[in-house]
């Protein structure tokens, strides 16, 4: 990786940055491309780093309508976890942890994944139960995952309310170690960056406004930069899915709603781990740079603005304090709103489709972030091979259909 000295830093400053050497290429369009990824956030961009770097694939292009990271990749809570109830989804959240253990050195590039450990707060007896029946499933399967109770908890998070008499009492947790955080835009930069030293065409204001099929094939899309044609495409395009599906004639089971974060003032480092409560509705880490990074349950309506409602803030910061009356007194200093698509099993769709050439990479819902190198290396697998990965071959379309859902709601520990 290169290396800035303070003296280049500065000269760079008052340059306006005009020396500082571009991280990726600003790629012009070419007419064909083997596949074209739509959507340039971390799970696009992880997708043609695999397929340049795993399956040989490098006339690829990531068709971004705005820039890279700026969808929900940069907009989330960077909560890193695999403690999912099914052996369907724990694998495959799985999977990405252990990318993500080794990511930093594969793309040369610090995500500063901080396995700091994820605790989720069990506040009544049923609530206590889900956890164990969790715990114990995790461990069957090989994932790291214990109980642990009040005391516990209140010896690892001194400042964490564990009275009794809390309306909310907390009764224990599930605690999963190997969890964590990461550095939500540093992903998609080291991705873009490493993709784009493999040949992939990285381009950023290229909005994708119609995809060309012929013959039940896949032909190309129709952009804000022209038609560009390609054998195959994979719309990985989160709170768009639906409306980029629709292009090529497809509706998905999927809903999309805000989701909304918020960020504090910086202060000492007070909270080492990450604290999340599906019962209060609230979830809150502290990032390197000093902010408590606090998020909300989804806005109940659908909608495609990245904002949310006013109520949700008031909840999730009664939540926040309910937990951690400390913080009562710490001063905001921004939020903002992303939009997720959810689909009724709240997992997600990592798929072919009826048309030939056509993968859809979508329905993460709240909780996608954490399987970004994950979603990458099965969906770059099902593109490059036209079948899917045993990872994700449970997540197809058909399930739908077929009925095999996998429901994971209570895992997903963010309120639907
Ligand atoms: P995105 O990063 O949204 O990328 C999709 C890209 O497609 C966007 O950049 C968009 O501009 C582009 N696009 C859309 N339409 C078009 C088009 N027509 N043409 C070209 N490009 C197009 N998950 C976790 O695991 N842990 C968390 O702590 C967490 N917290 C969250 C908090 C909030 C507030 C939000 C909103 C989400 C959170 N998530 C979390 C969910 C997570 O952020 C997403 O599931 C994940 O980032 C999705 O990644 P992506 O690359 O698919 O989507
Ligand atoms: O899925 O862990 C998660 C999550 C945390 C915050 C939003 N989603």
């Known amino acids: 990786m290169k290396r800035y000295s303070a003296l280049g830093l500065l000269r760079n400053a008052l340059s306006h940055n005009r020396n500082w050497p571009e991280a990726w290429r600003s790629a012009e369009p070419k007419k064909h491309y083997d596949a074209i ?42 909560i890193v976890r695999s403690n999912y109830l099914w052996t369907e989804a724990s694998l495959l959240y799985e999977k990405s ?82 969890a964590g955080v990461a550095r939500h835009d540093a992903v998609a930069w080291g ?101 408590l990074v606090i998020g909300a349950g989804i806005d109940a309506y659908n909608g495609y603005g990245q904002r949310g409602s006013f109520p949700t803030i008031e909840h999730t910061m009664q939540a926040i304090i309910e937990l951690f009356p400390i913080f009562s007194r710490v001063r905001m200093l921004r939020l903002w709103g992303g939009i997720v698509d959810v689909c009724p099993d709240a997992c997600p ?21 954490k399987a970004t190198p994950g979603s990458g290396w099965v969906f770059a697998h099902t593109i490059a091979n036209d079948e899917p990965h045993e990872l994700n071959a449970p997540f197809s379309l058909e399930r739908f259909t077929s009925g095999a859902l996998i429901d994971e709601h209570g895992a997903a520990a963010v309120a639907h």
């Not at 499933?137 to 009794?164: C, F, M, W, Y």
């Not at 769709?349 to 972030?369: A, E, H, M, Q, V």
Request: hydrophobic share 40%; charged share 20%; net charge neutral.
């Open 97 to 178: 942890i252990q990318l993500w253990e080794g990511l930093s050195q594969d793309l040369n590039y610090n995500v500063m994944f901080s396995q700091r450990g994820v605790y989720n707060i069990g506040h009544s007896l049923q609530d206590m139960r889900d956890i164990e029946r969790r715990v114990n499933a995790n461990r069957l399967v090989g994932i790291d995952a214990e109980v642990v109770d009040a005391a516990q908890i209140k010896k690892a998070i001194p400042h964490i309310n564990t009275s009794a008499t809390a309306r909310y009492p907390i009764l224990g947790a599930s605690l999963q170690r190997r």
């Open 191 to 291: 991705f873009a960056r490493a993709a784009d030293a493999l040949g992939v065409d990285i381009i950023e204001q290229c909005e994708v406004t119609g995809i060309d099929v012929e013959g039940g094939k896949v032909v190309g899309v129709q952009s804000s930069r022209g038609r560009i044609g390609a054998d195959k495409i994979g719309v990985v395009v989160a709170g768009n899915a639906s409306v980029v599906a629709a292009m090529a004639g497809l509706r998905l089971p999927i809903e999309s709603h805000p989701l909304q974060a918020f960020v504090s003032e910086p202060l000492k480092p007070v909270l080492d781990t990450v604290v999340m409560s599906g019962a209060v509705h609230g979830y809150i880490s502290q990032s390197d740079k000093g902010e």
């Open 37 to 78: 990824i739509v959507g340039g956030g971390g799970h696009g961009l992880a997708t043609a780093y695999y397929l340049a770097k795993v399956h040989g694939m490098r006339n690829v292009a990531v068709l971004e309508k705005g820039w890279i990271g700026g969808g929900n990749t940069g907009r989330n809570t960077t």
């Open 349 to 369: 769709i990592l798929s072919k489709t009826p048309i030939d050439g056509l993968f859809l990479n979508c329905g993460w819902g709240t909780g996608g972030f």
